[in-house]
């Protein structure tokens, strides 16, 4: 397949490679940037420490904090004076970044990217937020540093303004327990079919005795 057309078969599939269009970019992320009928101007790039990468033409280009389709806009916009029209993509290949992991009772519990300034309320909302049965107001993060620490939350504090929402650490593990009500429910209905299961045995066993 000649170079061109491995571009163009990679220009029309960038779509499927950007399913979290609101990722914001970090240092050490690798790029893949692609522009249409350009070969030169295509390179995979690391985002340096500073936050920017560097291109043909445009020099160095800040791409640390903007999103993979704010990054192509800029990039788009800095190559028109030098070529006509152009079509940029922007792909981020590679993630700098560690996973958080959120268990318990949140409507799409797992792992999410985690990236510079992410808090515990945004990564509930990412998670579709809390069942109907979460103690909101005792989350725990379990944080393996140095020393293994439990960190208790009350998420209604934070979400009233009462206490600072949490800054997390790539490694993170956050647990929404169950309200201690729907525990006793759950196991007051678990006796409750027991107790129904035993009357209809006892009942069963006096009717085959009687007759």
């Not at 979290?20 to 893949?32: A, F, M, N, T």
């Not at 920017?52 to 800029?74: M, N, R, V, W």
Request: aromatic share 6%; net charge negative; charged share 20%.
């Amino acid at each position: 397949m000649k170079f061109k057309t491995l571009i163009a078969v990679l220009f029309l599939t960038v779509p499927a490679f950007c399913a979290e269009e609101e990722y914001k970019i970090s240092s050490d992320d690798v790029l893949e940037i692609f522009v249409w009928q350009n070969a030169d101007l295509c390179r995979s790039v690391v985002v340096q420490t500073n936050g920017k990468i560097s291109l043909p033409l445009i020099k160095d280009i800040q791409a640390e904090g903007l999103t993979s389709q704010q990054l192509t806009q800029d990039i788009t916009n800095r190559l028109i004076p030098f070529i006509k029209q152009p079509q940029v993509s922007v792909i981020i290949s590679k993630f700098s970044h560690r996973e958080v992991t959120i268990l318990g009772q949140v409507k799409m519990p797992g792992s999410y990217p985690v990236r510079k300034n992410f808090k515990l309320v945004e990564l509930i909302s990412l998670s579709q937020g809390f069942t109907e049965t979460a103690a909101t107001d005792d989350v725990r993060i379990v944080r393996n540093g140095t020393e293994r620490q439990t960190i208790e939350v009350d998420v209604d504090e934070i979400l009233e303004g009462k206490t600072d929402d949490v800054v997390l650490e790539p490694g993170d593990v956050v647990f929404v327990p169950q309200t201690t009500w729907s525990e006793t429910t759950t196991f007051l209905d678990k006796i409750a079919t027991t107790l129904t299961l035993v009357v209809s045995i006892i009942t069963l066993t006096v009717l085959l005795i009687h007759k």
